[in-house]
């Protein structure tokens, strides 16, 4: 499994890959890049909305009514900005990883097909060498074939 994600990431970032262990961790640093980006995404939005709670509890308890124009201006489009930012991140970490992994598997199918070329088809030089060997053999049943028509 290693060598084809080592396969995978090489053929990929052939200048960031010089060796199997090194496309190995490529590999894996963008599986865990997949899983981290979205939960980061989620912490941020969760910190901004404590944030926003705490400055609430603040203000109610100061009781001062500049305090709570400024609350609701900033509780309302910040959070929303702030949501839509990390949701745009979070779809577009998920699309880029979704991508990416995509083109490592169709990478992999098109080696595995070229691979398998040499089993499924003739070589050039195989084919030559097999006619060239069919009319040898032709030609001596040919040759036989004349001497015994001229007696």
Known sequence: MQAV?????????????HNEAQAVLLHRLVGILSILLPVAA????????????????????SGSIDCDDNLDSVGSSSVDNQQIFNIIVSVAAFLAV?????M?????????????????????DDYRADIAEIKSILKQIFEKLDSKADK
Request: positive net charge.
């Open 98 to 102: 979704y991508v990416f992994n995509n």
């Open 42 to 61: 989620l912490i941020t939005l969760e910190v901004s909305k404590r944030s926003i709670n705490t400055i609430r509890g603040n203000c109610l308890a």
């Open 5 to 17: 994600q080592a396969v995978q990431a090489s053929s990929l970032f052939p200048t960031l890959v």
């Open 104 to 124: 490592t598997r169709q990478i992999q199918k098109l080696e595995d097909k070229v691979n398998d070329l040499p089993h499924t088809y003739v070589q050039k």
